[in-house]
């Protein structure tokens, strides 16, 4: 299965700015997602990345707040922007499963907005 | 709705003894994947366990197994012979036609294995 390398792996920042997270994969893959997991709670979709199209972004996430870059097929970016205490969370990156392996994560970026 | 019901928040076992994890699924895809992952206090997502809607026999790994009853669309994961190790959050997960989908998560048990 897919290896992720996930940065950075914590960030505290102050609330108005913005944090871009990297991840870069050790093989090709035509989906990368991203998703949110706010303190206490499980882990909610923010969009899905496709290598040469626009992301897709699920319902209460938008473009403006998440831009995601995914200019090849083993890297992408995930920036949240304009930050406030409650983007607080630990944000992860992921790819689909290599049979039945299951999907790969990266180790996440806790980040604490202040 | 949700796809994902796990309606056990917290559950505590006894250190060798077997642990059931509860999970329900809603679809409507006959092709789909269920999963169940590990999230130790480190953060890390580890996997443990993959069901596929056409398998015909319960996946085994390890000291994990998957009860799988597709009638009650439940897919149980039953950890054997706990260890003070496998104290984390689990989740159970389900994909849902084509491998290029993501995962929707259920909101999660926190194990708790006592010596």
């Known amino acids: 299965s897919a290896v992720i390398s996930q940065k950075p792996s914590r960030d505290i920042c102050q609330r108005g700015t913005s944090l871009t997270i990297q991840c870069q994969v050790d093989s090709q893959v035509t989906m990368m997602f991203w998703y949110r997991q706010q303190p206490g709670q499980s882990l909610t979709l923010i969009a899905t990345a496709n290598q040469g199209s626009e992301a897709t972004y699920e319902s209460g996430f938008v473009i403006d707040k998440f831009p995601i870059s995914r200019p090849n097929l083993t890297f992408s970016t995930l920036t949240v922007s304009n930050m406030s205490p409650e983007d607080s969370s630990i944000y992860l990156c992921?790819?689909?499963?290599?049979?039945?392996?299951?999907?790969?994560f990266g180790s996440g970026t806790r980040l604490t907005v202040v | 709705a949700q796809k994902i019901t796990q309606t056990q928040p917290g559950m505590f076992v006894q250190e060798k003894e077997a642990v059931t994890l509860d999970c329900t699924y809603d679809?409507?895809?006959?092709?789909?994947?269920l999963f169940w992952y590990k999230q130790p206090s480190s953060g890390e997502m580890i996997f443990l366990i993959y069901q596929g809607s056409y398998d015909q026999q319960n996946a085994t790994e390890g000291r994990y197994s998957l009860n799988f009853q597709k009638a009650r669309k439940s897919a149980n994961l039953v950890i054997s012979a706990s260890q003070l190790g496998d104290s984390a959050m689990y989740f159970c997960a389900m994909r849902e036609g084509s491998q290029n989908t993501p995962l929707v998560f259920g909101k999660g048990t926190r194990l708790s294995v006592i010596a």
């Open positions: 992921s790819v689909g499963p290599a049979g039945r392996y299951g999907y790969t």
């Open positions: 679809t409507s895809d006959p092709s789909y994947g």
